[in-house]
């Protein structure tokens, strides 16, 4: 399911970074809109509603320190 749920997230335009990972958060993405209500838009629309996804935790990064 895992697998499944990141092949549907790359699917996404807004969407620009998926990957899987251990830990408590098995797949991290980066996601760029255009304003905080977009994006409660596609996390509670597009990525709430795929199959097998049961818990968002959102992070904001306030400054990018490394590239």
């Known amino acids: 399911k895992l697998l499944e749920v990141a092949q549907k997230l790359r699917n996404f335009k807004e969407i620009r970074y998926v990957a899987t990972s251990t830990g ?13 209500k977009e994006l409660t838009r596609i996390i509670s629309e597009k990525i709430g509603s795929i199959e097998g996804v049961r818990k968002i935790c959102p992070a904001i990064i306030l400054e990018k320190m490394k590239k």
Do not use: A
């Open 24 to 36: 408590d958060h098995m797949i991290m993405t980066e996601i760029w809109t255009k304003d905080g």
